[in-house]
């Protein structure tokens, strides 16, 4: 018997630690553990002990003999795995134990942003005795993406959240919500307060295709559309024109396939998640009946991942289509399988997902709206697809913070390792470090965050015990009350827990996890409800 890691795998590596023999791959360090698209276990070697899936946040860890049906194959895909990378050094597991230097035994740390990143790094640092870790969120809900960004019907991935739950709740973890850095305090305060400041704000704009139209009404960044019907304040009002039968996604990442997905799903599927009303509402009224997924590279760049292209056939009622000229009989892989399966469909008798390669958009047509995108073909040839709405799903993109360095090329902090450097000399800046995608760039899931937090807090910690960080000038207590004279509707912890204890009673009414409240004002009301 064996344990296999399914879809869904966040890919953070708390089932390595915890695993005796030491048969999870890849580990961190290993080559290939930043590009993996999930981890593997080696059937031939686990014990069948179980840590691993106890250990799992997100429930992708199950057993072979109750691995649901849907996930069946992932027996083969983990095995596959070991038949292509032996698995070499067998041994127990090892670990980095944390401390502050004997001389030093106080430090504190702000931490922008309440995101993966974030979370990651206030775990790794309020792991250790005697630091004091203050979290800083510009909105009255912490947790990021995971909130704002995975999709609904991904439950099992936002569980993750329970884990990040339990770092918030740690009594050495201070919260903030409702703050925002640069308005309501300065990068220079929050270093008056704590030895260093993290920012992991995350990447808050999108990459465009800088074609003619792209300005056009019904030209959208997928990052929007999914902000939308996730129930991000920021976004809970925008509209998007959903009476066509096509919509066109320009990009083909997870994130692409998110969209897609969710644009089709049925909506009695949706009413169960926990997706915003007004977006539940819309999607019952649209009749998109096709989406069109466009790359301008090949099949065999396909960035989506193998897991979430192979559960788009698990859906019922929709099908999976894409063009028999543009995928190549010669490939290999359960992606390339996948996609000649698709080849072999037409998509004429309902809802579908038609995936198309090697077309590169040139040109976004229409007058007052979109009408239509113009693609070129490998041959030179253009192809008019009509369409109302076009998504761009090709990447996230950092935006400038106020008082830090940024690099415009980059779209990130110049850093090293983590911590934030002047660019005119590549000197690191006393005190300031980054992490998550602001600091290696929109790439990776949830869990590639937790190496790369602490990464940057092995060097804040370098950086205290070589005398690098200044001693606070003024205290926690002082910080509160600056916050509590600037800040009219500041919340704290408590203040949370009554918006999620709210949203949680709103969602039991309706069979759902929990139904979001999408304006700032309803989330305010709701942090004041005393029970």
């Known amino acids: 018997m064996t344990f296999v890691i399914s879809k ?97 035994p106080a430090l504190s740390v702000a931490i922008v942003g309440t995101g993966p990143a974030a979370c990651y790094a206030a775990a790794t640092l309020s792991d250790i005795k005697g630091v004091a870790v203050t979290m800083i969120e510009r909105l009255p809900t912490p947790f990021g993406l995971v909130r704002a960004g995975v999709a609904p019907d991904h439950a099992t991935t936002k569980k993750i959240a329970d884990r990040f739950a339990s770092v918030l709740s740690r009594p050495n973890v201070t919260c903030y919500f409702n703050v925002e850095v640069g308005a309501d305090v300065t990068i220079d305060e929050l270093l008056e307060h704590h030895h260093a400041v993290l920012w992991a704000g995350g990447a808050r704009d999108d990459r465009k295709l800088g074609i003619p139209g792209e300005e056009l009404d019904g030209v959208h960044a997928a990052r929007s559309f999914v902000a939308w019907y996730n129930g991000h304040p920021d976004h809970a009002s925008e509209q998007f024109d959903l009476s066509g039968d096509r919509v066109v996604v320009i990009g083909n990442g997870n994130v692409a396939l998110d969209v897609a997905r969710t644009l089709l799903r049925p909506t009695a599927d949706l009413e169960a998640t926990e997706m915003a009303e007004h977006a539940i509402a819309a999607l019952a009224e649209s009749k998109v009946a096709e989406v069109v997924v466009a790359a301008r590279r090949g099949a065999e760049h396909g960035a989506f991942s193998q897991g979430e292209l192979l559960a788009l056939e698990g859906i019922e009622g929709i099908t999976v289509v894409a063009e028999p000229d543009e995928i190549s009989a010669d490939g290999s892989g359960r992606k390339h399988e996948a996609l000649l399966r698709a080849t072999r469909r037409d998509g004429s008798d309902g809802p579908a997902i038609r995936f198309r390669f090697g077309v590169e958009p040139v040109s976004i047509e229409g007058s007052d709206g979109v009408e239509a ?92 015990g070589a005398g690098r960080l200044r001693e606070p000038s003024r205290t926690s207590e ?54």
Not at 29 to 46: N, R, S, V
Not at 392 to 404: D, K, M
Not at 425 to 436: A, I
């Open 8 to 104: 869904g795998c966040c890919n953070d590596g708390s089932c390595v630690t915890v695993c005796p023999v030491q048969c999870i791959r890849p580990r961190p360090g290993d080559p290939d553990f930043t590009t993996t698209e999930q981890l593997y276990i080696d059937p031939d070697t686990c014990i069948d002990c179980g840590a691993c899936m106890d250990e799992c946040p997100v429930e992708a860890v199950h057993s072979d003999w109750d691995l649901p049906e849907e996930m069946s194959d992932y027996l083969a895909i983990n095995a596959e795995y070991f038949a292509m990378n032996p698995l070499v050094g067998v041994g127990p597991p090892t670990f980095t134990r944390r401390v502050l230097p004997e001389d030093k």
């Open 373 to 464: 995108i113009s693609f070129r073909r490998p041959d030179g040839s253009i192809e008019q697809i009509g369409t109302s709405l076009v998504l761009r799903a090709i990447g996230y993109r950092g935006t400038p913070v106020e008082g830090l360095p940024f690099d415009d090329a980059t779209a990130t902090l110049p850093n090293d390792a983590g911590r934030v450097v002047d660019p005119a000399s590549d000197d690191p800046v006393p005190g300031l470090y980054c992490s998550g995608w602001i600091k290696r760039g929109p790439r990776g899931i949830i869990g590639s965050n937790k190496q790369d937090a602490e990464e940057t807090v092995d060097c804040i910690l370098q950086d205290l």
């Open 478 to 531: 002082d910080l509160a009350k600056l916050l509590e004279d600037r800040v009219e509707d500041l919340l704290d912890k408590a203040a949370w827990g009554r918006i999620d204890l709210e949203e949680k009673r709103r969602g039991r009414e309706s069979a759902r996890p929990r139904q979001k409240l999408v304006t700032i004002e309803e989330l305010l009301a709701a942090s004041r409800v005393q029970a």
